[in-house]
């Protein structure tokens, strides 16, 4: 006779049960029968899962009342009272179960994880539970087992018969779901989200081979990774930390797949796999909330039966660049789309208004150039002011800049002044950009803050909010002085004064030279 602790010590691989007994008293005198059922209880399984329980151990009958256990006709377990993990599996692997008796479990009520309990009323022996559908998990047989315990308080598997006026109680184990919730992690080493134009970019992918049972023969094991076009992957970089006869690998400039062999999955479950990469920031990165993105990609077998049938889970990067007077997200196709307005250049001018007063106002200049220098890496950006005064600088990282003009507009003056520029921005806890600001010479003269919808990697912005109170900054430059221009009075009057000059400069040099003569 063996303990049931045993039995399930060997299926250990493919089942995790909890030896909790729940007792059912019958009346005194009342024979075992074969109508006899418990309850048996399947625990932790995803709700809208399909679960069968297949009887694989049946109870025996007398007469006198319950006689023992025997295996069920079409299967092999050479010990009824203790079934092997290869036993299991290979009934599990039966590609025709139609001639074992099957019993479809019912779900309970699932919790905050999306898992209920599974029921189903058994008739006393040992059942095989496999758990199919549409699920995220992989899951291993399980064995649950309803048995006849003498005096109700043992867990033995009694192998004979029961005596009708003994205290026999019909007792059940409860199934937890032994299975693996595979997952995928994509990190950015260092964490560091803002980037500029032409910086490199360390990625890092991390997952497990799910576990598989032996009712696995064969399974599809794939990690991908995908890049939006602002992000260039160097594919000499990748690196996978599982030996390169066991995968394959194919790859671009825009991503990559990785698939593990069959046996090599099959053989290593639960082994951590790690991928890291490098890419470089391009021109077509993004600009502000216009993310630049890395999807990465786990896809697994979950269906013993059919290794094609498959799962994926994704996990999702975003890196930035910003930009000064430029599109909040790189798209006009987006209603909240506007190009922002941080710096303006200018010349301030007097004209009349409507009520007939002279005021000096603001007026745009285009035509100045000016460089924007990165103080940490000494990168230099280049922009020159269009017809509406803006200087627009992209491709930036987050950080502390120094802005000044170069060249001015023909008729004015270089303003001479170095203008500190701060870029600074705050994440959401997933990564993404959940607002920034632009400091002009001290003073922050805009801030952007975005309002998200959805989860994961379908979460998208729906609305971007600009602080009332911003201004650009202005940048004013002053003409240079000129000479009046020709035929206007100031000519005449300069000209006037210089022949005056030329005459009395010659009546002084004469006198001179006349006293000079008289006194000698």
Not at 98 to 115: F, H, I, P, Q, R
Not at 352 to 359: A, I, L, Q, Y
Not at 433 to 443: K, M, N, R, W
Request: charged residues 15%; aromatic residues 8%.
């Amino acid at each position: 006779m063996s303990k049931l602790k045993k039995v399930l010590a060997v299926v250990l691989s493919m089942a995790m049960i909890l030896a909790t007994s729940v007792t059912a008293f019958a009346a005194t005198g009342v024979k075992p029968a074969a109508t006899d059922v418990k309850t048996a209880t399947v625990s932790n399984v995803e709700k809208d899962a399909t679960v069968t329980a297949y009887k694989v151990v049946e109870a025996n009958y007398n007469t006198a009342g319950f006689t023992g256990y025997t295996t069920v006709a079409g299967v092999t377990i050479a010990n009824p009272l203790a079934p092997t993990s290869d036993e299991i599996a290979a009934i599990a692997n039966m590609a025709d179960k139609s001639g074992l008796t099957s019993v479809a479990m019912t779900a309970g009520t699932a919790d905050e994880n999306g898992l209920a309990s599974f029921t189903a009323d058994l008739t006393a022996g040992s059942w095989m539970v496999l758990v199919t559908g549409t699920v995220n998990e992989v899951y291993n047989p399980m064995l649950v087992s309803n048995y006849y315990s003498v005096g109700g308080s043992d867990s033995e598997m009694a192998a004979g018969t029961v005596d009708a006026n003994s205290n026999w109680t019909l007792v059940t184990t409860n199934a937890y779901a032994k299975s693996t919730a595979p997952t995928i992690d994509k990190t950015i080493v260092g964490g560091d989200k803002d980037v500029a134009i032409g910086d490199t970019v360390n990625f890092q992918i991390a997952t497990n081979i799910p576990s598989y049972s032996k009712d696995y023969t064969e399974v599809v094991v794939k990690i991908s990774d995908v890049l939006s076009t602002g992000l260039t992957l160097d594919t000499n970089t990748i690196k996978v930390n599982i030996p390169e006869d066991d995968y394959d690998i194919e790859s671009s400039t825009t991503g990559f797949t990785i698939t593990v062999d069959s046996a090599y999955a099959l053989a290593h479950g639960t082994e951590a796999v790690t991928v890291t990469y490098s890419a470089t920031v391009n021109d077509q990165a993004g600009i502000n909330f216009d993310a630049n993105t890395n999807t990465a990609t786990l896809e697994y077998s979950n269906d013993p039966s059919n290794s094609a049938n498959t799962k994926t889970t994704d996990d999702k990067t975003y890196t930035y660049t910003f930009g000064i007077d430029a599109s909040l997200n790189g798209s006009s196709q987006d209603t909240w789309n506007k190009v922002t307005e941080e710096l303006v250049k200018g010349e301030i001018v007097k004209q009349t208004n409507e009520s007939g007063v002279e005021e000096e106002v603001f007026k745009a200049l285009a035509g100045a150039t000016f460089t924007l220098t990165n103080n940490a890496t000494d990168k230099v950006y280049t922009a020159t002011s269009d017809v509406n005064g803006a200087l627009a600088f992209t491709g930036l990282d987050a950080g502390t800049y120094t802005l000044v003009e170069t060249a001015a507009p023909a008729g004015y003056t270089v303003n001479t002044k170095e203008i500190p520029v701060v870029i600074s921005a705050t994440y959401n806890e997933d990564g993404t950009l959940a607002s920034y600001t632009i400091t002009v010479d001290g003073e922050a003269t805009s801030t952007y803050t975005a309002t998200y919808t959805g989860t994961g990697i379908n979460k998208t912005i729906t609305t971007v909010v600009t602080n009332a109170d911003a201004e650009a900054t202005q940048i004013v430059n002053t003409k240079i002085s000129t000479l009046p221009s020709t035929g206007g009075i100031g000519t005449t009057i300069f000209t006037i004064g210089g022949c005056l000059i030329m005459i009395l400069a010659a009546a002084f040099f004469f006198i001179s030279r006349k006293k000079a003569s008289a006194q000698q």
